[in-house]
């Protein structure tokens, strides 16, 4: 019997954010130059601005599988991203309460992609033949942990990861990667003064070594200028494949994000500005060079 006074959704948090510690060095490394550089006294003073996940865009799969999760945790669904180059269709959903990090779900739009290339993607996708999501008891953190830890589909072939990472990257992190939390982001807003801008807190990353994502420059920022992100470039992960092929992919990345405090309240003392009085949510051109952290033109560099 557990008597744990947390709710599923704390649980299921705290699972994504565990494994993906244990696959991601770079969540460690920077935490621990955070502490070490005094910004910091301990890790839980970070500020979880949101996570991501990326689906396949079939059947049973995808967003509209997959959001049914978070929805049941009071998470609410927000505005539509269209990534044509890529082919990606995404969403960002509002938490239940400020404390949550917000989520950005995105899918693979497979229909548009070569014969070949959906063919290999259906392979494995077409073993699912009912929505997952929907056998699941959502209320069972557990459970749900193990879902999104599992494999959806057969280990694939290294040669089908390879195919279609020649057409699309994130078609190959997909197959291989499936739910694993392909980044958290760490609010730089709320940390100390010297620290608490994207140029600040990137110049410390820089001094510290850590290798960030370069695709249309270091800093992303928002036409209105009041969201502004960087990330490291994905760490390289030994995949096993079929029939024990091993070959390095791209793993998951971390995130960093300033959201501005909106014209109308930048003269609002700062011990009263809260999340609503920053810019919200995402930006198209922001999200489609960050997706970029796990392409080989950025782990290769
Ligand atoms: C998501 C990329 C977009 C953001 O904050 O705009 C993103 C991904 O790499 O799956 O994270
Ligand atoms: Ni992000």
Same mark, same amino acid.
């Given at each position: ?112 992609? %070569?014969?070949? $290339? #959906?063919? *290999? ?7 699912? !033949?009912?929505?997952?999501?929907? @056998? ?94 960087? %990330?490291?470039? $994905? #760490?390289? *992960? ?7 092929? !091993?070959?390095?992919?791209?793993? @998951? ?49």
């Amino acid at each position: 019997m557990t008597t744990s006074p947390t709710k599923p959704i704390d649980d299921v948090l705290g699972g994504l954010m565990r494994r993906y510690s244990e696959r991601v060095p770079d969540v460690q490394n920077v935490i621990n130059a955070m502490l070490d550089e005094g910004i910091i006294q301990s890790p839980d003073e970070i500020e979880n601005d949101h996570i991501a996940f990326r689906t396949m865009g079939v059947p049973y799969l995808g967003i509209a599988s997959f959001e049914k999760i978070f929805l049941h945790y009071g998470y609410e669904k927000r505005d539509e991203f269209n990534f044509t180059g890529k082919k990606l269709t995404a969403f960002w959903y509002a938490p239940p309460a400020p404390h949550y990090p917000r989520i950005f779900a995105s899918e693979l739009r497979v229909h548009e992609l %070569s014969d070949e $290339a #959906q063919q *290999i993607i259906h392979k494995y996708t077409d073993t699912v !033949t009912s929505d997952p999501v929907d @056998s699941l008891d959502l209320n069972d953190a557990n459970a749900v942990d193990q879902f999104l830890h599992q494999p959806l589909w057969q280990t694939p072939a290294l040669a089908d990861y390879k195919t279609l990472l020649a057409e699309s990257e994130y078609a190959a992190w997909v197959i291989y990667n499936r739910y694993y939390l392909n980044h958290f982001t760490i609010s730089v807003h709320n940390l100390k003064s010297g620290y608490n801008t994207i140029d600040e807190f990137v110049a410390f990353l820089e001094n510290r070594g850590f290798r960030l994502n370069s695709a249309g420059g270091t800093i992303k920022v928002s036409p209105d200028g009041d969201l502004r992100q960087a %990330s490291t470039v $994905a #760490q390289m *992960i030994d995949a096993e494949f079929a029939g024990g092929e !091993t070959f390095r992919i791209a793993g @998951s990345y971390v995130e960093f994000a300033e959201r501005r405090v909106l014209p109308p309240f930048r003269d609002l003392p700062a011990d009263q500005i809260t999340r609503q009085h920053r810019r919200e949510g995402f930006e198209t051109g922001n999200a489609d060079k960050i997706f970029e952290s796990t392409f080989t033109t950025q782990t290769g560099r």
